[in-house]
């Protein structure tokens, strides 16, 4: 499985920005996709994703801020995030199949930096 993020992008605070990944690879949709990110000096965490086809979970960070959708038919996942803060500036990462220890598949990494 190869996941394939679009750009990230420089916003300002409050601005808005949408990430698509789409998965290739695979004989069957993928129901398991979603974003992690890393800022600098932390560890890589969870935003949002699809925990099964309907079900998602969101970082408390980004609750009511971040939405995650998919569009099942092109094996593409996005993340629309608005009311962006500096502290959101990471590297975003797709990511796709959970396994025991986490996500089996990454994408690239897209620099998402939001400037106050």
């Known amino acids: 499985v190869q996941l394939q993020a679009s750009r990230g992008g420089l916003v300002q605070a409050g601005g808005s920005l949408r990430l698509s990944c789409v998965a290739s690879?695979?004989?069957?949709?993928?129901?398991?996709m979603g974003w992690y990110r890393q800022a600098p000096g932390k560890q890589r965490e969870l935003v949002a994703v699809f925990t099964s086809y309907f079900s998602t979970r969101y970082a408390d960070s980004v609750r009511g801020r971040f939405t995650i959708s998919r569009d099942n038919a092109k094996n593409t996942v996005y993340l629309q995030m608005n009311s962006l803060k500096p502290e959101d500036t990471a590297v975003y990462y797709c990511a796709a199949v959970w396994g025991v220890t986490g996500p089996k598949y990454w994408g690239q990494g897209t620099q998402v930096t939001v400037s106050s």
């Open positions: 690879g695979s004989s069957s949709s993928i129901n398991d």
